[in-house]
Structure formats: structure tokens, C-alpha cells
T-cell receptor
């Protein structure tokens, strides 16, 4: 296992289109997090899974955002009807029960 | 939720020592993490404190005082490659979820 993997690394989309990102966590990790990061800011929490259950969603997450982790392994984050304000780096991280979180390389989204 | 505060930017000289402070407020403290993030890359884990005191790991050390809601990251023998953003993250166990919340990061510039 080489760590947390995210695809694609870069995505350019037109405003109004839907996009989906994928995250493959470290295989034995039961916790999975999605964060969003913009320039000069720290990662901002979006949502959290423990196994296949989505246990927390940020109040900042509008109903255009949805995430799944159907089998408790990989996860997807979908953004519908993208807006220019959605442009950011989307980071996925995973951890086991008491360990630190390990981050993937992120998906950089640009909405034009 | 948490309120995490760290300086926006610091500068230091190669070979010197620098201390990056982080203060936080949380209702269910369950650990504090420091991450390093180079521009355009994912955050990488540096240190973890859950009990009061100093944790040393090579050139990097991290200190925690839970009663004061205070931590610092100490970097010794600075190298040019240490120029990066340093993120303080606090894990909260409120509601049964263990979600790290990040500060906005401290941009460290190391000059010759």
C-alpha cells in the first residue's frame, strides 16, 4: 500500500457541470475525511466516514455536495452544478482509530 | 467546535531555531497534531501530542499544555527545505466523532 490515492489530480470544468472525485484510503484505515483547501488557508473539514457510515458533515457543505463510501473502502465526492467558488484543492485523508491522519495528494478543481 | 490560532507568517535564518505557537479552544480535546505542507503538496504528519509535555523527534519538537490550550512546534538547525506552511490541528471527540480541525497555517520562510 503506497498511501492515500486521489484521482484525478487536476480537474478543470465549466460552471454548472457536475464533477466527481475519488479517494482510495490506506487499506486498513476505517476513518476517512474530506477537506477543502484554498490558497493561504488551512484544510477546511467537509465530511467524515467511519467505515461506510457518514457520521459528520460540515454545516458549510451545501446540498450540491455529496459523498459516499459504499463498501467502507474507497470514497467519492460529487459536486453538482459547480460554481466558481468551488475552485479549491480537495484533500482526502484516512486514519485508523487513534492514529494521525494521512493525506492524499489532493484533487485541484478549477471552475471556469 | 474549535478556535485555532497561529501566526500567519514567520521568517528565520538558516541554522537558527524557530518556535511556532498555536492556541486553541475546544470542548472535547483528543489530541493535537502538527503537519508540514510545502506549496502545492499534501500535508505531511510531523508530531502528535495528547498529554502535557514535550515530544522530541529529531530536529523537530512539539509541546502541549492542555490547561492553557497551547502548543508550540520547535524547529532546530533550520534548513532551507524547512520553508513551508506548518499546520496545527486539534482533534475533538465531541459527538463521538474524532475529527481533526486545522488552523490556517503558519508560513515559515527560511533565508540564508
Amino acid at each position: 500500500d503506497t498511501g492515500v490515492s486521489q484521482n484525478p489530480r487536476h480537474k478543470i470544468t465549466k460552471r454548472g457541470q457536475n464533477v466527481t472525485f475519488r479517494c482510495d484510503p490506506i487499506s486498513e484505515h476505517n476513518r476517512l475525511y474530506w477537506y477543502r483547501q484554498t490558497l493561504g488557508q488551512g484544510p477546511e473539514f467537509l465530511t467524515y466516514f467511519q467505515n461506510e457510515a457518514q457520521l459528520e458533515k460540515s454545516r458549510l457543505l451545501s446540498d450540491r455536495f455529496s459523498a459516499e463510501r459504499p463498501k467502507g473502502s474507497f470514497s467519492t465526492l460529487e459536486i453538482q452544478r459547480t460554481e466558481q467558488g468551488d475552485s479549491a484543492m480537495y484533500l482526502c485523508a484516512s486514519s485508523s482509530s487513534d492514529s494521525e491522519a494521512f493525506f492524499g495528494q489532493g484533487t485541484r478543481l478549477t471552475v471556469v | 467546535g474549535q478556535n485555532i490560532d497561529q501566526p500567519t507568517e514567520m521568517t528565520a535564518t538558516e541554522g537558527a531555531i524557530v518556535q511556532i505557537n498555536c492556541t486553541y479552544q475546544t470542548s472535547g480535546f483528543n489530541g493535537l497534531f502538527w503537519y508540514q505542507q510545502h506549496a502545492g503538496e499534501a500535508p505531511t504528519f510531523l508530531s502528535y501530542n495528547v498529554l502535557d509535555g514535550l515530544e522530541e523527534k529529531g530536529r523537530f519538537s512539539s509541546f502541549l499544555s492542555r490547561s492553557k490550550g497551547y502548543s508550540y512546534l520547535l524547529l532546530k538547525e533550520l534548513q532551507m527545505k524547512d520553508s513551508a506552511s506548518y499546520l496545527c490541528a486539534v482533534r475533538d471527540q465531541a459527538g463521538g466523532s474524532y475529527i481533526p480541525t486545522f488552523g490556517r497555517g503558519t508560513s515559515l520562510i527560511v533565508h540564508p
